[in-house]
C-alpha cells in the first residue's frame, strides 16, 4: 500500500521539476490522444512544440509566439502577487476588456489627432479602467466581507455586456456602414501600438510584459511589499504580527493585477487586435491564471509558462492545419497540462511512502 | 508532408524550382476555410463546412481542403489566416464577419492567394465578398406567418441590430402584413447568434406576449423547442433545416447553401478566370433554400409560399418593392420601384407599420 506522508516543507527539488514532468506527461497522454484519433502522434507533437520554433515557416511564428505570450504574461505577473497572498482575482478577464475599453475610448475621443502625448495617455487610461474594475471586489470585500473570487468573475460578464454595447454604440466606427465595431487604430497611428522593430513582435505589450516580470522580481525578493504578500500567503497569523494590514493587502494585489490586466487590454486593442469589438476578449484572463500556476507563481517560471502557452496555441494551430486535428483535441491538450501539473504538485507538498514499511 | 520534407533538402529543392512551371499544373489546389464555431455546431460554421465538403466531392483530387475551426475574431484570425497561406492554400474562404480587417491585411501580404470573406464590405484585387440574400427566404416565411398568425401577433428573435437582421425583420413584416394587414411584429434582441438559453428566454417572452409565430435570425433550436411546448405556436428553421421539429412548430426553414458558390469559385480559381468579385446570392442562385413546408400549412397558403419564392427566384418580384415608407412615415420606395443593393446593405431603418425602435 502506498501512502501519502505531507513534507514540512514543500520539496524544492520537486517543485522546480514538476513543470517539466507535467509537460512530458502531457506529452504521452496527448500522443496516446492523437494516435486514439489516428493521427502520427511523434508528428503531432513535433508539431505543435517543434516547428513553430524551428520549422519551415518560423521567421513568421517566432514573433508570433511574443504576441501572443506578452498579454498572458502581463496578466499573470498581476495575478501571481495576489495569489502569493491569498488573495483570488479570477475576473482578469473582465479587467482586461476595462482596460482596452478605457484606453480605446480615450484614443477615440481624440480622434484624428497626431499627438505624441495620445498614445501615453491611453496606457494610463488602460491601467486605470483594469485597476477600477479590480477595486470593485476590493472595496466590496473590505466593506462587506464578500468573497473576491465570485465578485470579480461576475463582473467578467458585466464587462462584456459594456463591451458589446460599446461596440454597437458610443464607440462604433462612425464609417463603418452600420456594423458594429470602432475604427481599426491600425489607421491611427497615433494611437497605433505597432512593432517596435519590424519582424520581432515586440511591441509596447511585450515591453510591457518583461518589464512587470523584472519589477515583480526585485518586488518579491528585496521589497518590504513582496515580503508581505509571501508571509500573509504563507502565514496569516504571523503576518498580523509583521505589522502587515490585510485591507491594504488585499487593495494592493487586487489593483496590481487590475491595473496590468488593463494594461494587457490597451496594448492587445491598440496593437495586435487593432480595433473593439463584441468578441474582443478572447479568454486571455482566464488562460492568465493557468500560465500564473504553470510558473509556480515566480515571475520567471511565468515568464516561460506564457511562453510554452503560446507555444501550444500556435503549434495546435499549425497541427489543425497540417494534419487535421480538430481543434477540441488541442483545446484537451491544453488542459492536461494543468491537470498533470497539479497532479504532480502532490510530489510537492507530499513524500509517498509504502504504507507497510511506515508501520513497522 | 512528403512534399515538405523533400523540400528541406536544399538539392532537392533546387530540382523542385526547376520544375515549378508544368509541376504547379499537377499540384491539386490548397483551398482554406476559416470557421468561428466548431463544425459541429449545426448552424452557421456547420453549413459552411457542408460547402466545403461539397466541393472536395465535385473535384475530387483536383484539389485539397484545410479548415481552421473556432477561430476568435481578431488578432487570432490575423495569425490563423498568415499561417495557412504560408502553409501553402491557394483560395482561402474567411466565413464570419469579424474576419473582415484581418482577411484584408493578410491579404495584402500575400498577393498570390486569393481570399474570399463572407459578409463583409471591403474588397481588394485578391479579395472578394460574398453573402446570401436571406431576406429573400424572409419574405417567404413572413407570408406563411402572416396566414397562419391567429393572434395577428408574430414575433421576431434579433441577433444583433446590423443591416443583415433589419432586411430580415422588414422583409418579414412586409410581406406578412400583404396577406393580413392587421398583423403586428414583436422584435427582440439577443445580441448573440448562438446561445440556446438566451434564445429560449426571448421566445418564451415572444410567446408570453401573445405571439404564435416565432422567426428567429439566430442559429440554435432553442426557439422552434421552446414554440414546441405551447399549443398552437409555429416557427421556422434557420441557417439550418431542423427537421427535428417538422411538420410543427417547424413549418418550413431557410438553408444556407453554400455548396453552389463554392463550386463556381473553386472552378474559376481552377481555370484561372478568378476574379475580385462581391457576390449576393439568394434563391435563384441557390444559396438560399426553402425547406419543404409541412402539412400544418393549409395547401393554398403553401402554394403562395412556393409561387413568391419561385417569383423572387426568377427575379421577376423583389421583396423591396414600394410604395413602401420608412418606419416615421418618410417616402422610401416610389410605386413599383425597387430597392438597391447598396440601402440594402447598409440597412439601419424600419418599414412603416414596424413599432418599437432599432438599438443604437
Not at chain 1, 85 to 110: H, K, P, R, S
Not at chain 1, 284 to 298: D, E, N, Q
Not at chain 2, 167 to 174: R, V
Not at chain 2, 211 to 227: G, M, W, Y
Request: glycine residues 10%.
Amino acid at each position: 500500500m502506498l501512502k501519502l506522508e505531507r513534507r514540512p516543507a514543500p520539496s524544492r527539488l520537486w517543485t522546480a521539476a514538476t513543470p517539466v514532468l507535467a509537460v512530458i506527461a502531457t506529452m504521452i497522454a496527448g500522443g496516446l490522444l492523437f494516435a486514439a484519433l489516428g493521427k502520427d502522434p511523434v508528428e503531432a507533437i513535433r508539431t505543435i512544440f517543434w516547428d513553430p520554433l524551428f520549422g519551415e515557416f518560423a521567421s513568421y511564428s517566432r514573433p508570433q509566439l511574443l504576441v501572443k505570450a506578452g498579454p498572458l504574461i502581463l496578466i499573470a505577473i498581476g495575478l501571481s502577487l495576489g495569489f502569493k497572498a491569498q488573495v483570488w482575482n479570477i475576473g482578469a478577464e473582465g479587467q482586461y476588456m476595462m482596460g482596452a475599453l478605457f484606453g480605446a475610448a480615450t484614443g477615440l475621443a481624440f480622434y484624428p489627432t497626431d499627438s505624441v502625448l495620445l498614445f501615453p495617455a491611453m496606457v494610463v487610461m488602460g491601467a486605470f479602467g483594469g485597476f477600477l474594475w479590480a477595486m470593485i471586489p476590493a472595496v466590496l470585500k473590505l466593506r462587506f466581507g464578500t468573497s473576491e473570487i465570485l465578485v470579480s468573475l461576475m463582473l467578467v460578464y458585466v464587462a462584456q455586456h459594456i463591451m458589446s454595447a460599446a461596440s454597437f454604440g458610443m464607440l462604433k466606427n462612425p464609417e463603418g456602414m452600420g456594423f458594429p465595431g470602432s475604427r481599426n487604430f491600425q489607421h491611427y497611428p497615433a494611437a497605433f501600438n505597432g512593432e517596435l522593430i519590424a519582424g520581432t513582435g515586440m511591441h509596447w505589450g511585450g515591453v510591457a510584459a518583461l518589464g512587470a516580470v523584472v519589477a515583480a522580481y526585485v518586488l518579491l525578493s528585496r521589497h518590504i511589499l513582496g515580503f508581505h504578500i509571501r508571509v500573509a500567503g504563507e502565514a496569516p497569523r504571523a503576518a498580523r504580527f509583521a505589522g502587515v494590514s490585510p485591507a491594504l493587502l488585499t487593495s494592493v494585489c487586487l489593483g496590481t493585477s487590475g491595473a496590468l490586466a488593463g494594461l494587457a487590454g490597451l496594448f492587445e486593442v491598440t496593437g495586435p487586435a487593432g480595433q473593439i469589438t463584441t468578441d474582443f476578449a478572447s479568454g486571455y484572463g482566464f488562460t492568465a491564471i493557468i500560465v500564473a500556476f504553470l510558473g509556480r507563481l515566480h515571475p520567471v517560471g511565468i515568464l516561460l509558462a506564457g511562453l510554452l502557452m503560446a507555444l501550444t496555441y500556435i503549434g495546435g494551430e499549425l497541427a489543425q492545419l497540417t494534419l487535421n486535428l480538430p481543434s477540441a483535441a488541442v483545446q484537451a491538450f491544453q488542459g492536461m497540462l494543468l491537470f498533470f501539473l497539479l497532479a504532480f504538485d502532490v510530489l510537492a507538498n507530499f513524500r509517498i511512502r509504502l504504507a507497510g514499511r511506515a508501520r513497522a | 508532408m512528403q512534399r515538405r520534407t523533400l523540400l528541406k533538402s536544399s538539392a532537392a529543392a533546387l530540382v523542385a524550382v526547376s520544375l515549378a512551371g508544368p509541376a504547379l499544373a499537377q499540384d491539386p489546389l490548397k483551398v482554406g476555410f476559416i470557421y468561428v464555431g466548431p463544425i459541429g455546431d449545426l448552424g452557421w460554421s456547420y453549413q459552411h463546412d457542408q460547402g466545403r465538403l461539397a466541393i472536395e466531392e465535385e473535384f475530387g483530387d483536383k484539389i485539397e481542403t484545410v479548415y481552421l475551426e473556432s477561430v476568435p475574431e481578431g488578432a487570432d484570425a490575423e495569425r490563423a489566416l498568415t499561417q495557412m497561406a504560408m502553409q501553402g492554400a491557394d483560395l482561402i474562404f474567411t466565413t464570419s464577419f469579424g474576419y473582415m480587417d484581418p482577411t484584408i491585411n493578410v491579404a495584402a501580404k500575400f498577393p498570390d492567394v486569393k481570399f474570399e470573406h463572407a459578409t463583409g464590405y471591403k474588397r481588394a484585387d485578391n479579395v472578394a465578398t460574398y453573402n446570401a440574400r436571406f431576406y429573400e427566404g424572409r419574405a417567404v416565411m413572413g407570408t406563411i406567418a402572416g396566414h397562419m398568425t391567429k393572434s395577428n401577433k408574430i414575433g421576431y428573435i434579433g441577433s444583433f441590430p446590423i443591416p443583415e437582421v433589419i432586411q430580415g425583420i422588414n422583409a418579414t413584416f412586409i410581406h406578412a402584413q400583404k396577406v393580413n394587414p392587421d398583423v403586428e411584429i414583436s422584435v427582440v434582441w439577443a445580441y448573440t447568434w448562438f446561445d440556446p438559453a438566451k434564445e429560449a428566454d426571448a421566445a418564451k417572452a415572444l410567446i408570453e406576449q401573445g405571439v404564435d409565430v416565432i422567426l428567429a435570425h439566430t442559429d440554435s433550436t432553442a426557439p422552434l423547442a421552446e414554440a414546441a411546448k405551447t399549443e398552437g405556436v409555429i416557427g421556422f428553421g434557420q441557417a439550418s433545416d431542423m427537421l427535428d421539429f417538422a411538420p410543427s412548430p417547424r413549418v418550413s426553414s431557410i438553408i444556407d447553401d453554400w455548396s453552389p458558390y463554392y463550386i463556381k469559385r473553386v472552378q474559376e480559381a481552377l481555370d484561372g478566370t478568378w476574379t475580385s468579385t462581391d457576390t449576393w446570392g439568394g434563391i435563384g442562385e441557390g444559396e438560399v433554400v426553402i425547406g419543404e413546408i409541412t402539412d400544418a400549412v393549409p395547401a393554398e397558403v403553401k402554394a403562395e409560399a412556393e409561387a413568391l419564392a419561385a417569383a423572387i427566384g426568377d427575379k421577376s418580384y423583389h421583396p423591396f418593392t414600394g410604395p413602401l415608407n420608412k418606419q416615421d412615415g418618410s417616402a422610401w420606395l416610389a410605386e413599383g420601384e425597387v430597392a438597391d443593393d447598396g440601402t440594402l446593405a447598409g440597412m439601419n431603418f424600419y418599414v412603416e407599420g414596424i413599432k418599437g425602435d432599432i438599438p443604437q
